[in-house]
């Protein structure tokens, strides 16, 4: 495949770049990354045999092997999502494992749903996203309510989202992941949102990095 | 008076001084004054004009909880005057006046409130019909009103709101809100401890009041207590949600458990001219003395009910006022220390006294005297008179409890005749009152019942402690006069000062049979003004009761709705979240020179090009697509994937059509009924798979209808997975006789010849590179292909369309030719051409109903419905040409002098070169060339004939080249 | 730009709680009520009146209902016992095994 794959924010990513002045809200874009999802009949059961372990119950995340995380959305619903920083894949290599089992004609093994096309991926990391959340989510996502690898599927700004508290040791992160095609609307709701915090979106121009 | 002495307050900063202007006046004030504090200390005493009659008013409360303060700032109207803090350079403006709040014209009002009774604008202004719109309404507006606002200004300022979490939330900080704040955040609750005023400590910080505790230094160093000062809860609902008004934002709170520990309000008297600036309430006097070091007289005369009022004597002493003396409504044999202390400083007090009237300086501009009556044995002002100058009232006669927001959460209050006091019990389970406005009236005791209270509050949220305060006695007696109203037969005793309400008014209200108090409410208008009815309910209860001779708890009082104070709109508004959604082509589209429309949430292009050129444009794109090729962004349109051994099933039970027999590689029309028969959606399903359907929605139905799925498989347990991709999936429409020569450019892997990828055929494989499902369907009637790819690549897949279709002069065209090219073909637009009540054998679709299936939603209603069609069919008419009054949709369908029908959709065809149209018509008309009557707006009525819905290429041969 | 957003709607600011069975306690906005349970009639069984009833008539009940409800972000369907006179919810739980009203349907 020769296109490129292209984030719903890329035309908000113009210009040099930019970076807040300080770490108390810093957003990303992780929406060129691949990311994948399974849900249905027996997706429980498949997932189980492919990878290390999953979620005991839904709307928690556990991480996988490289820095991959793997989020429970429902009984048979589940979210894969890369290291950013990783080299393999783990999202494609389970997608060709489903393609093989579904191809040798497995059934009750749960479908595929295309997550890197329905949803955009931002990571939102800092000492006050919690507090810019407020502004825009119905839900306590504090530090001591929201713990590491919790996951919410609630409405940010009158949109469904999904948001999973980072793993990872550090400042506070999140993971949210929205309608691809609301890109543009989320972009200024956040950038109004975390404008008394200091913060906002941070990128570099492509050819910079 | 310019005072010698600088002014020493609780909450000002005699250092910092501060230049502003009221009425184009300057004045001088101190850093922390309020607007109506920095001109008492100025003098200046009337704030407004009364609503009515225009009488100048004053401060009345100093605790922003009426109406008389109520000034505008620039562009925003009605701020508390004694509650908005000054700053340099403010420019404050009197509400309700003429020139100035000092010197305004419309006072001849005053003169003329003998000829508007209570009930004036209801009796008088409604015959003859239409005369209040024409005549009275533009004079009234003009003299009453709050403010006057520019509305040709936008809001300044940044609104927003934000939610937030607490396990307990206090709402008041005075003595007992503060103890119950600490003692709930001593277990290790986290607590809320919020207050309307800049500082928390309550009447600790204006009364003469002492606690040995430090309430405050605790409340403020503890760790679980954040403080907000200067928020106002603003109301309660379910499960303790609290609209907290700070600043410019709304703050959204969900407590586990409130404290409502709001205190108490205290109560006017009522006598002749008892609203002239200088009468005011005891606590409003020590407000300004104590808070902002102002004097509030020279010379007072004190009305008491109660042993506060000794205490605002004594605080006037002390600021210097010159007492003349204290006028006690209750009978000798009131005794206490605060009492000694008056008669040792040799203070007149004149036990069983009222006081019967205030008499004013001229133009009713200031208190100039009083004349004080010894109560007679009927309660009422008897014959012993006498008369003293002052010109300062302050009265301290009762209070209610401040019950707003403790009624909203359901509490119901009661009111005990022999002690004068209301008592709030009964309201949601997980609120709780602290302090006075449970009737504890002594400083201990409200301190002790906070302690209680927020103890209780954080074991009801679960957290423990081993400590079991006492509960303090209730039976300590009550401040509260059963009844300080003293009738003028001249009037003017005001029951409610926003309304310029007299005891008369409310007397003639239930002469005139409106005996309860929700109808005097309505009829007299008392109690809606700005404030509430806060200063009038408890008067009002008492003369309904009075003149209905039933007890004030049998009368009750009016209904307690939010919101408890003001507030501004922008605050309700907060930021602007609209979501729309854009296609991954939407920049393309941008550069292309869209012009956009708004479809359901999505936006996408209307046509290209510039506004003014909209009708040759959208004639372009059509004619360009009817006769080479066109391409159109189609991202929009829902998709579903639909998976599993039961899919086939699934959509047979969905959709009325049959999908069993469906071969893989095919697609086939969706036709969607709900319950009733009617026609919801409809769409294409595409077997990928002998399990897998990608089946299409409307735009603006498929998150409907997706929802719809699932609820319908929650129900029949079908094994099959409903997935909503319809942003996963972009797609372009590429049609027109040469689209076959473009796509061949971009797609090797699949064969396209006629024979190879038919009409309504499916296929899959890469176009420009890219992973695409593609399928056949003739929406615009042209050779077409709907091709969808995932969204991170359909940019790239519109400039790839684009590249390869250059060479035959391709260009993109918007959803105006694809709504007009659609027409041309019949193609109705479920929710445009059909209603709430749609069949299909009305559509003329019954080719899309299988009836030999054993189920579909809406079957066995169509079997009912069919039984007795309806009157009326959708059929195709055209007309030479558009009359003149021009006809739109919804237009009627004429026959006979009633309403046969409407217009759905009309255009002018480019193609045909005539206007064509879908219209619901009597199913007697349905037969080609009929003639039917449409009704224009402008009421003109146009003949039309019935033809053939499909207007172009009837039979097809263009779609299925 | 010739569409204009619609008029932003003033949020409901009456806003309880509801516990979701997959997702927990959520403000009530993130919900929709689909109405009462009542059992479907045999199609073919049915008469046309009993179809009819069961299309256009609602019970109305004024007490405790067991209703339909949504969470919207998810899609997930659930079910809820609620005082319609008290506008107390009592119970929420997904919907059983053995169907909507608890028995095979």
């Known amino acids: 495949m020769g296109a490129i794959a292209r984030s719903p924010f890329a035309h908000r990513l113009t210009g040099a770049g930019q970076t807040p002045q300080n770490e108390n809200v810093v957003i990303r874009d992780l929406s060129t990354l691949p990311r994948i999802g399974f849900k249905g009949n027996g997706t429980t059961k498949w997932l189980s045999s492919k990878v290390s372990a999953v979620p005991d119950v839904p709307n928690k995340a556990i991480a996988l092997s490289a820095g991959s995380l793997i989020a429970r959305l429902g009984k048979e619903e589940y979210l894969v999502l890369p290291d950013p920083d990783a080299v393999g894949n783990v999202c494609s290599d389970l997608e060709a494992s489903w393609n093989a089992d579904d191809a040798s004609g497995e059934r009750r093994i749960g479908y595929p749903l295309p997550r890197a096309d329905s949803h955009s991926w931002l990571h939102l990391e800092g000492r006050c996203i919690a507090q810019m959340m407020a502004k825009i989510c119905g839900v306590d996502l504090r530090s001591d309510r929201l713990l590491q690898g919790e996951v919410v599927q609630t409405v940010v700004a009158r949109i469904s989202a999904v948001l999973i508290r980072e793993m990872k040791d550090g400042p506070y992160g999140l993971h949210m992941l929205t309608d691809f095609a609301s890109a543009d609307y989320l972009w200024d709701v956040l950038q109004d949102a975390s404008t008394e915090f200091g913060g906002g979106f941070s990128w570099e121009r492509e050819d910079l990095k | 008076m310019k005072s010698a002495t600088p002014r020493k307050g609780l909450l000002i900063d005699a250092s910092r001084k501060l230049k502003f202007t009221f009425d184009g006046r300057e004045y001088e004030g101190l850093s922390g004054d309020t607007i109506a504090s920095a001109l008492a200390a100025n003098r200046e005493w009337i704030l407004s004009r009364s609503f009515k009659y225009h009488r100048p008013r004053g401060i009345l409360t100093m605790a922003a909880q009426d109406a008389n303060t109520l000034v505008q700032i620039g562009n925003e109207v009605s701020v508390f005057a004694d509650r908005h803090p000054i700053s340099d350079g403010l420019t404050v403006r009197a509400q309700n006046v003429g020139k100035s709040a000092r010197r305004d014209s419309g006072f001849v009002m005053n003169r003329l409130s003998r000829f508007m009774p209570v009930g004036f604008y209801y009796r008088t202004f409604y015959k003859p019909k239409g005369i209040w719109e024409k005549v009275w309404e533009p004079i009234i507006r003009a003299k009453a009103g709050l403010g006057k606002l520019d509305v040709t200004k936008p809001t300044e300022g940044y609104y927003d709101k934000a939610y937030g979490w607490y396990d307990v939330v206090v709402v008041g900080a005075g003595p007992a809100g503060m103890a119950a704040a600490i003692a709930a955040a001593d277990t290790g609750a986290s607590v809320l401890l919020l207050d309307e005023n800049p500082r928390i400590g309550g009447a600790l910080n204006y009364a003469r009041l002492a606690s040995e505790r430090d309430l405050v230094g605790e409340a403020k160093v503890h760790d679980n207590i954040e403080i907000w000062t200067d928020a106002i809860c603003n109301a309660w609902y379910a499960d303790n949600w609290l609209p907290v008004l700070r600043g410019n934002r709304l703050h959204k709170l969900r407590a586990k458990q409130v404290i409502f520990a709001t205190g108490l309000i205290e109560q006017p008297s009522q006598f002749r001219n008892n609203d002239l600036p200088g009468i005011m309430q005891g606590s409003a006097a020590q407000r300004l003395i104590r808070l902002f070091g102002v004097k509030p007289g020279n010379r007072a005369v004190m009305l008491a009910a109660n042993d506060d009022a000794y205490g605002v004597a004594l605080d006037l002493l002390e600021a210097g006022v010159d007492l003349a003396a204290i006028c006690d409504l209750r009978k000798a044999g009131h005794h206490g220390p605060l009492r000694s202390e008056l008669t040792q400083r040799k203070v007149s007090i004149l036990d069983g006294w009222c006081l019967y009237e205030a008499r004013p300086e001229k ?67 997980g609120v709780l009152l602290a302090g006075s406005v449970d009737g504890f009236f002594d400083l201990d005791d409200c301190i002790a019942h906070g302690a209680v209270q927020g103890l209780a509050a954080a074991i009801n949220c679960g957290y423990k402690s081993k400590r079991r305060p006492a509960l303090p006695a209730r039976d300590r007696g009550s401040p509260n006069h059963p009844c300080p109203i003293f009738p003028h037969p001249k009037g003017m005793d005001f029951v409610d000062f926003d309304e310029d309400l007299q005891v008369k008014d409310i007397k003639n209200a239930i002469a005139d049979g409106y005996r309860e108090l929700e109808l005097v409410k309505r009829f007299s208008t008392v109690g809606m003004g700005p404030s509430q009815g806060r200063h009038a309910a408890l008067a009002t209860a008492m003369l309904v009761s009075k003149y209905t001779n039933r007890t004030i708890n049998e009368v009750g009082v009016t209904t307690a709705r939010p919101p408890v104070t003001t507030e501004k709109i922008a605050t309700l508004a907060g930021r602007k979240f609209t979501p729309f959604r854009q296609t991954p082509m939407h920049e393309q589209h941008t550069a292309q020179g869209a012009v956009w429309l708004l479809a359901g949430n999505w936006l996408r292009p209307a046509y290209y090009g510039h506004e003014r050129d909209a009708k040759r444009l959208i004639a372009e794109e059509v004619v360009n697509a009817r006769n080479n090729v066109g391409m159109i962004d189609v991202s929009t349109l829902g998709g579903l994937d639909v998976r599993g051994p039961d899919a086939a099933e699934f959509l047979n039970r969905m959709y009325t059509f049959a999908y069993v027999k469906l071969p893989v590689g095919k697609t086939r029309y969706l036709l969607m009924t709900n319950e009733a028969g009617t026609v919801i959606d409809d769409g294409v399903a595409c077997r990928r798979g002998e399990n897998y359907f990608y089946v299409t929605a409307t735009t603006t139905g498929v998150d409907r209808i997706y929802r719809n799925m699932l609820w319908w498989n929650a129900q029949w347990r079908l094994d099959v997975d409903i997935a909503n991709v319809t942003a996963a999936y972009a797609g372009v429409n590429l049609a027109g006789p040469n689209a076959r020569k473009v796509l061949e450019k971009l797609c090797d892997d699949i064969a396209l010849s006629p024979q190879d990828f038919p009409y309504l055929a499916y296929r899959e494989g890469t176009v420009a590179s890219i992973p695409a499902r593609v399928f056949r369907v003739g929406f615009i009637g042209e050779l077409g292909y709907e091709i969808h790819v995932p969204s991170r690549f359909a940019s790239e897949l519109w400039r790839a369309v684009g590249d390869a279709g250059r060479a035959f002069g391709i260009r993109p065209f918007g959803l105006e030719a694809q709504r007009l090219m659609r027409l041309e073909k019949g193609h109705v637009i479920i929710g445009q051409d059909t209603d709430g009540m749609t069949t299909p054998e009305e559509l003329d679709m019954s080719w899309a109903v299988a009836n030999s299936k054993p189920f579909f939603i809406g079957k066995r209603s169509l079997e009912i419905r069919n039984k007795t069609l309806s009157s009326r069919k959708l059929v195709g008419f055209v007309l030479d040409r558009m009359p003149a009054a021009g006809l739109q949709e919804s237009n009627l369908v004429v026959k006979n002098g009633s309403i046969a029908g409407f217009i759905t959709s009309i255009a002018f065809s480019p193609t045909l070169g005539r206007v064509i149209g879908l219209a619901y018509a009597d199913r007697l008309d349905a037969n080609l060339g009929s003639r039917i009557v449409l009704r224009a707006s402008d009421g003109s009525k146009h003949h039309a004939q019935v033809a053939s819905p499909h207007f172009y290429d009837p039979e097809n041969l263009r779609q299925e080249m | 730009m010739r569409w204009a957003l619609p008029l932003q709607a003033i949020e409901e600011l009456n806003v309880k709680l509801m516990t979701c069975p997959l997702n927990g306690p959520r403000n009530i906005t993130e919900f929709q009520c689909h109405g009462e349970v009542h059992r479907q009639p045999e199609p073919s069984g049915a008469s046309d009146h009993e179809w009819a009833e069961y299309v256009w008539m609602s019970n109305n009940t004024a007490g405790v209902v067991r209703e339909w409800w949504c969470h919207t972000p998810t899609n997930f369907w659930f079910l809820a016992e609620r005082n319609t006179v008290t506008d107390e919810i009592l119970a929420t739980f997904p919907v059983p095994a053995d169907g909507p009203l608890g028995e095979a349907s």
């Open chain 2, 363 to 429: 133009g009713d501009l200031h208190v100039r005297g009083v004349e004080l009556a010894e109560i007679d044995a009927e309660g009422t002002a008897g014959r012993r008179r006498r008369k003293i100058d002052c010109d300062l009232v302050c009265m301290s006669v009762g209070y209610v409890p401040a019950y707003q927001l403790p009624l909203q959460a359901g509490g119901k209050l009661a009111y005990d005749d022999a002690a004068a006091q209301f008592t709030i019990d009964g309201q949601d389970k």
